[in-house]
């Protein structure tokens, strides 16, 4: 383990202003995106859409580094280009996503533990290869009716730590994410208690599994209100939360937090992330607060890709135009 290059990739990742682009989603979850704009989902159809989005000019201005589905790290242009070249000669860093996904947790019935870590040191070794230099796990805790349990915390943020020790053994930068979903209709504060005992737990773990905190990034949810709350907190309830519940839980030695959208509006997405950046000026905090959005930064670009290849200009300027908000906003400096 190289853990001055681990550092040196992760503070590269959040460096001035910039933030992730999450482009990894699942064969499922994208057939789920380009049903909303009629287009079927096939390889080809999937690195069409995903090579526009990496050849979108002045992209690397804002982007540092593109989380990659297993599919489209083995993927190349229609010259012949692989993508993750095309990436890297943009002066952004490929990563991967390496969890297979969030599993029913026996026997808490609808909670779920992230699977994924059997044969995982292999895969390292030959995602390294390729050329990824991070990479993602994905832990799903919902809120409701005395969940998230302890077992699922606990669960989930073993197999978090788990993974990420092997990332590290293996010179990739951990991304760790346990996402806290907004689904429900819970308050701001109960996002808040259960951010707070998720974040505890999964940092506990990091430690018990030697995992160096230089050299990982953290990627959690906003503390916000549940999608179905009556009463929704605005920009700077949300700001004050969620850095407050950071303040308490995330040590000093991570060098950044990477917001998930986790289905924000991506203006909601972008001004939460100013409000959060804004606050950060006034009171300090000791982390780079950025972004690894991936429905926020891509919702505006697919529409307007519309599953035509003819389009794909308009698609790079929404795309151009979402990554440059979202960046000014991991800059407290956004202007709706
Ligand atoms: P969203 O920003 O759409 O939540 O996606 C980020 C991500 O990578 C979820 O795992």
Same mark, same amino acid.
């Given at each position: 383990?190289?853990?001055?290059?681990?550092?040196?990739?992760? @503070?590269? %990742?959040?460096?001035?202003?910039?933030?992730?682009?999450?482009?990894?989603?699942?064969?499922?979850?994208?057939?789920?995106?380009?049903?909303?704009?009629?287009?079927?989902?096939?390889?080809?159809?999937?690195?069409?859409?995903?090579? %526009?989005? /990496?050849?979108?000019?002045?992209?690397?201005?804002? &982007?540092?580094? !593109?989380?990659? $589905?297993?599919?489209?790290?083995? @993927?190349?242009?229609?010259?012949?280009?692989?993508?993750?070249?095309?990436?890297?000669?943009?002066?952004?860093?490929?990563?991967? +996503?390496?969890?297979? =996904?969030?599993?029913?947790?026996?026997?808490?019935?609808?909670?779920?533990?992230?699977?994924?870590?059997? =044969? %995982? #040191?292999? #895969? $390292? @070794?030959?995602?390294?290869?390729?050329?990824?230099? $991070?990479?993602?796990?994905? =832990?799903?805790?919902?809120?409701?009716? =005395?969940?998230?349990?302890?077992?699922?915390?606990?669960?989930?943020?073993?197999?978090?730590?788990?993974?990420?020790?092997?990332?590290?053994?293996?010179?990739?930068?951990?991304?760790?994410?346990?996402?806290?979903?907004?689904?429900?209709?819970?308050? &701001?504060?109960?996002?808040?208690?259960?951010?707070?005992?998720? %974040?505890?737990?999964? /940092?506990?773990?990091?430690?018990?599994?030697?995992? !160096?905190?230089?050299?990982?990034?953290?990627?959690?949810?906003?503390?916000?209100?549940? +999608?179905?709350?009556?009463?929704?907190?605005?920009?700077?309830?949300?700001?004050?939360?969620?850095?407050?519940? /950071?303040?308490?839980?995330?040590?000093?030695?991570?060098?950044?937090?990477? /917001?998930?959208?986790?289905?924000?509006?991506?203006?909601?997405?972008?001004?939460?992330?100013?409000? &959060?950046?804004?606050?950060?000026?006034?009171?300090?905090?000791?982390?780079?607060?950025? $972004?690894?959005?991936?429905?926020?930064?891509?919702?505006?670009?697919?529409?307007?890709?519309?599953?035509?290849?003819?389009?794909?200009?308009?698609?790079?300027?929404?795309?151009?135009?979402?990554?440059?908000?979202?960046?000014?906003?991991?800059?407290?400096?956004?202007?709706?």
């Amino acid at each position: 383990m190289n853990v001055e290059q681990l550092a040196t990739t992760a @503070q590269a %990742l959040v460096a001035d202003g910039k933030g992730l682009l999450a482009a990894d989603e699942s064969t499922g979850t994208i057939k789920k995106r380009f049903d909303q704009i009629n287009t079927e989902s096939t390889e080809r159809s999937r690195r069409d859409y995903r090579h %526009l989005l /990496f050849t979108t000019p002045g992209a690397a201005e804002h &982007i540092s580094g !593109v989380i990659l $589905f297993d599919e489209t790290i083995r @993927q190349e242009s229609p010259d012949g280009k692989p993508l993750v070249k095309i990436l890297q000669d943009a002066g952004m860093i490929p990563g991967i +996503k390496v969890d297979s =996904g969030a599993k029913p947790l026996a026997p808490h019935g609808v909670e779920k533990v992230t699977e994924g870590l059997d =044969g %995982l #040191r292999e #895969r $390292f @070794q030959e995602y390294y290869k390729l050329g990824a230099r $991070f990479a993602k796990w994905r =832990g799903v805790y919902d809120i409701g009716d =005395g969940r998230p349990s302890r077992a699922c915390i606990s669960a989930n943020a073993h197999a978090l730590a788990r993974y990420a020790a092997l990332a590290q053994e293996n010179d990739i930068v951990p991304v760790v994410e346990p996402e806290v979903l907004m689904d429900g209709s819970h308050t &701001i504060a109960d996002c808040e208690r259960a951010t707070e005992a998720v %974040l505890r737990a999964v /940092f506990a773990e990091l430690a018990e599994q030697g995992v !160096v905190l230089e050299g990982m990034l953290l990627k959690p949810n906003m503390v916000i209100s549940g +999608k179905d709350c009556p009463q929704q907190a605005g920009p700077d309830e949300v700001a004050k939360a969620t850095v407050n519940c /950071f303040k308490r839980v995330v040590p000093a030695a991570v060098p950044g937090i990477v /917001f998930l959208s986790g289905g924000q509006g991506d203006e909601e997405a972008t001004v939460n992330l100013n409000a &959060i950046n804004r606050l950060k000026a006034e009171e300090g905090a000791p982390w780079a607060l950025s $972004f690894s959005y991936g429905r926020a930064l891509q919702q505006a670009a697919l529409k307007a890709w519309g599953g035509k290849n003819d389009n794909a200009d308009s698609a790079r300027a929404a795309f151009r135009e979402r990554a440059k908000a979202t960046s000014a906003a991991a800059q407290g400096r956004y202007a709706a």
